[in-house]
């Protein structure tokens, strides 16, 4: 939020924000070079001509719990409530590729989103939806390869060609390293895996996004507008030279380039932050990597509101939070849209809260005129002066990640995950001291909070996912596993394509645990530094 201090007031990003804005705000401002038009470089008032006149962004609801059975179930409401595209949420031993009966996956199996341990749950969790009507979403990181091809196979299953489908994963592993910390693999051998995956899809899933570069959970973890945009597209310029050095042309793969961010409650800031990512993007694509495909100079990205900004004090202000915060990802031109759930600071969203929270995303695409132009703050003193401002403050940290040799360098620096600290603690600072206001929490609270009864996960999940994983491996061909998994060994210790005798295990029932260790044999774990 704005934060005031005597008389002046900042951006998130720490900005001056002046009380009246007008032509002298833009005194040498070139229109023709800053904006283009709507759908043309360098793509700042959005990457398709008619943006949001034509048909909406994609409602495109989080949503993962428990047991895949649990899961199918909430997406078969979210799509009978008008939901346009799905986005599976992984438990925590999943996104760590550990199977649920692992030890170390103890108390946490199906807590934050669903488990899957072999093809067995991907069945069941896509049971009855047609994967070549839906585009699903996969916010998986170090696991991707494997989630993929779980979906791959469960389609072909369907009768379903790969060439049908449509989605993305995430598979941004560089910012596990700064703020998330569901890494699996060293930086090295993860960004190989990343070019396997880029070279594998374009052969093989034409359709499909093989990356989401998320400034997300930078955000949540406090960076910055500024820092969310400079660090998320540093990361992008680290996975287009890694592909680039693997051999393959820009236009080859760019294209099918996505990027996730946040959206929160300060509107001004936000849309000019997507506004300012569009433009840097298109220019390092053109004039850093050269592409000559307009797609591959086009930013396209997926934003969530922000989850981190909401409170479990007085939960249904929530509401108004969320629907502000989808309200600045549409005006800053966004491709789809999650809106969380007003109980999300408590628990598990309910059905009823998931509901309302595609039904905010509704009232904004049908009851407002906001998809009516395209960029409706185009020309606005303030908005333009804000993008160019966080473009500059952008490209001067983006400078930073450079002269410490990239973001792999900086990330091994510290430099990023220091710089995100710093701004998460002065967000402390703020709140604690009441300089920022969080209503119900330092300012309008309650004298007693309404009691509210949460979705609660099943504990006994854990039992139940260890008892199908010891049927899986009781049924199993347990020669054909160990061979797959022996010829998957082979390719990750030499240049071959780790996806493809990757299928071949998963399609023999090997579990997401002994795929990963099978990899984690040969290319080890990542240990971070003391340093940082």
């Given at each position: ?10 951006t998130?990003?720490?900005l001056?924000?002046?009380?009246v804005?007008?032509?002298d ?11 283009g038009?709507?759908g ?9 001509p ?12 989080y949503a ?9 179930a909430r997406?078969?409401?979210l ?8 986005s599976?949420?992984f ?25 899957i ?22 916010t ?17 299953e369907?009768?379903?060609s ?6 993305t ?9 700064i ?40 955000a ?8 969310e945009?400079a660090?998320?597209?540093a990361?992008g ?11 393959m ?6 294209p ?12 001004l800031?936000?849309?000019?932050k ?9 220019r ?5 990597f050269g ?6 100079l086009m ?23 969320v ?8 005006l ?8 969380n759930s ?15 929270a ?11 005129d ?5 960029d ?5 003193y ?10 500059a ?9 450079e ?16 710089e ?5 603690y ?7 001291s009441?300089?920022?206001?969080v ?8 004298d007693?909070?309404e009691p509210?009864e ?7 999940i ?8 010891a ?14 998994l022996t ?8 240049e ?12 023999a ?5 002994e795929?990963?260790?099978?990899l ?7 240990v ?5």
């Open positions: 939020m704005a934060r005031e201090s005597g008389s002046a007031r900042s998130e990003s720490g001056p924000i002046e009380p804005y007008g032509p705000a833009l005194e040498g401002w070139d229109p023709a070079g800053k904006l038009e709507p043309t470089y360098p793509f700042t008032r959005g990457v398709y008619t943006m949001y006149t034509g048909r909406p962004w994609t409602m495109r609801q993962g719990f428990g047991t895949a059975t649990e899961s199918n997406y078969k409401q799509i009978a409530n008008g939901t346009m595209g799905l599976v949420a438990d925590l031993p999943t996104q760590m590729g550990h199977d649920s009966d692992a030890p170390i996956a103890s108390g946490e199996v199906g807590k934050v989103g669903v488990a341990d072999s093809i067995d749950d991907m069945r069941v969790l896509f049971g009855g939806i047609p994967l070549d009507k839906v585009s699903t979403s996969m998986i990181n170090a696991p991707a390869a494997l989630l993929l091809l779980l979906y791959q196979l469960v389609a072909e369907q009768g379903v790969a060439d049908k489908l449509t989605g994963i995430q598979n941004d592993v560089l910012k596990e390293y703020a998330r910390g569901t890494y699996i693999f060293p930086p090295k051998p993860s960004l190989r895996l990343i070019a396997d995956i880029f070279k594998y899809c374009k052969a093989e899933i034409p359709k499909w996004n093989t990356i989401s570069i998320s400034g997300y959970h930078m949540e973890a406090g960076a910055s507008p500024a820092q945009i660090f998320t597209l990361d310029i680290e996975y287009v030279r890694t592909a680039v050095a693997a051999g042309d820009v236009d080859d793969f760019a099918r380039l996505s990027f996730f961010f946040v959206a929160r409650t300060t509107i800031e936000e849309v000019a997507f506004r300012a990512a569009r433009r840097i993007w298109a390092v694509m053109k004039e850093e592409a000559k495909n307009p797609k591959s930013l396209r990205f997926h934003t969530q509101t922000a989850g981190v900004q909401l409170t479990a004090q007085q939960p249904e202000v929530n509401l108004v939070r629907a502000v915060q989808g309200l600045a990802a549409v800053g031109g966004t491709q789809s849209l999650h809106t007003f109980d999300e600071a408590i628990a598990l969203p309910t059905d009823k809260s998931a509901r309302l595609l039904r905010t995303q509704q009232v904004l695409a049908y009851e407002t906001v998809t009516a132009t395209v409706p703050f185009a020309g606005s303030v908005i333009e002066r804000m993008t160019d401002d966080v473009e403050a952008a490209l001067e940290l983006m400078r930073k990640v002269d410490l040799g990239g973001a792999v360098n900086a990330i091994e620096h510290g430099f990023q995950k220091n995100i600290e710093r701004s998460a002065r967000i402390a600072q703020e709140t604690d009441g300089e920022r206001v209503v119900g929490v330092n300012r309008f609270q309650l007693e909070e509210y949460p979705l609660r996960v099943d504990p006994a854990e039992a139940q996912q260890a008892e199908r994983l049927r899986l491996r009781a049924e199993r061909d347990q020669q054909a596993v160990d061979s797959a010829a998957l060994r082979k390719a990750a210790e030499g071959d394509n780790v996806l493809y005798p990757m299928k071949e295990a998963l399609k029932r090997a579990t997401v645990g795929v990963c260790n099978a984690r044999e040969v290319w080890g774990t990542y971070p530094s003391d340093a940082f």
